[in-house]
């Protein structure tokens, strides 16, 4: 997967299918609209996109207090790579982007410069200035792109959601969160010079405990405390598994 941070040196291709949002997690409902980009790419010969923004939103409007992700930027670009998709456009969230429209971040953005052919977007997509931009503007004759709308998804009967999950790791429940995600909950932290491994500031733990985990390849019990994660690798980037 290639990753493109900006719209100054955008690739060559013809055409992409695309999706847009935070994509939080990327979970199991995720995957689902995802395996559709991919699908509808493949039938019109063109590439598999998913745009999202850095800083989240909320940091950018000063929103942010109480803010825990799922996913870092880093977490989310290794997930979409074992997904699949050919580019992450990863558009750099400030002010001014904010005061966008969905009718300019449409037209200058999506079909001008990343030349989206067509749109899969969730069952719950708003995008644009006060989130103005939304499915029945999309699907109307005003947007200069097609557009497909999937469900929200459930597992065993369970609705899937950001906020579901986020609710799931806050109890400690890690199967659940591994089966309501589609793989184990994933976390990337750079060793202090204690050689603890400390998280994005964002980044939501579960809570202080021991855990089974997967960490570079092994198999280990990790301890958690104090949003510090404690456990045998030293080396300078770690990826953690919590099974």
Same mark, same amino acid.
């Given at each position: 997967?290639?990753?493109? =941070?900006?719209?100054?040196?955008?690739? !060559?291709?013809?055409?992409?299918?695309?999706?847009?949002?935070?994509? &939080?997690?990327?979970?199991?409902?995720?995957?689902?609209?995802? &395996?559709?980009?991919?699908?509808?790419?493949?039938?019109?010969?063109?590439?598999?996109?998913?745009?999202?923004?850095?800083?989240?939103?909320?940091?950018?409007?000063?929103?942010?207090?109480? +803010?825990?992700?799922?996913?870092? +930027?880093?977490?989310?670009?290794?997930?979409?790579?074992?997904?699949?998709?050919?580019?992450?456009?990863v558009?750099?969230?400030?002010?001014a982007?904010?005061?966008?429209?969905? /009718? /300019?971040?449409?037209?200058?953005?999506?079909?001008?410069?990343?030349? %989206?052919?067509?749109?899969?977007?969730?069952?719950?997509?708003?995008?644009?200035?006060?989130?103005?931009?939304?499915?029945?503007?999309?699907?109307?004759?005003?947007?200069?792109?097609?557009?497909?709308? %999937?469900?929200?998804?459930?597992?065993?009967?369970?609705?899937?959601?950001? !906020?579901? #999950?986020? /609710? !799931?790791?806050? =109890?400690?429940?890690?199967?659940?969160?591994? /089966?309501?995600?589609?793989?184990?909950?994933?976390? #990337?932290?750079?060793?202090?010079?204690?050689?603890?491994?400390?998280?994005?500031?964002?980044?939501?733990?579960?809570?202080?405990?021991?855990?089974?985990? %997967?960490?570079?390849?092994?198999?280990?019990?990790?301890?958690?405390?104090?949003?510090?994660?404690?456990?045998s %690798?030293?080396?300078?980037?770690?990826? #953690?598994?919590?099974?």
């Open positions: 997967m290639q990753i493109i =941070r900006g719209f100054d040196h955008i690739p !060559t291709y013809t055409k992409a299918v695309a999706t847009v949002g935070s994509y &939080d997690g990327l979970h199991s409902g995720h995957s689902v609209l995802l &395996d559709r980009v991919k699908q509808r790419a493949k039938a019109l010969d063109a590439v598999s996109m998913v745009i999202t923004f850095e800083p989240h939103p909320r940091i950018t409007l000063g929103q942010d207090e109480g +803010l825990k992700l799922l996913t870092t +930027l880093e977490e989310k670009a290794l997930l979409l790579d074992k997904m699949g998709i050919d580019f992450m456009m558009i750099p969230f400030d002010r982007f904010s005061q966008l429209s969905h /009718q /300019q971040f449409i037209e200058h953005y999506l079909v001008g410069k990343l030349r %989206v052919a067509q749109l899969i977007v969730g069952y719950n997509h708003h995008f644009g200035h006060n989130k103005s931009g939304d499915y029945n503007y999309l699907s109307s004759n005003q947007a200069p792109l097609t557009v497909t709308q %999937v469900e929200q998804q459930r597992v065993e009967s369970q609705k899937v959601s950001s !906020t579901i #999950i986020r /609710q !799931t790791i806050e =109890r400690g429940d890690m199967a659940l969160a591994a /089966q309501l995600l589609g793989h184990n909950y994933i976390i #990337i932290g750079q060793s202090d010079s204690n050689g603890n491994i400390v998280p994005s500031p964002y980044k939501l733990l579960p809570p202080s405990g021991k855990y089974r985990a %997967v960490v570079d390849g092994n198999r280990e019990e990790i301890t958690i405390e104090q949003g510090a994660i404690y456990c %690798v030293k080396s300078k980037t770690v990826k #953690i598994e919590l099974c």
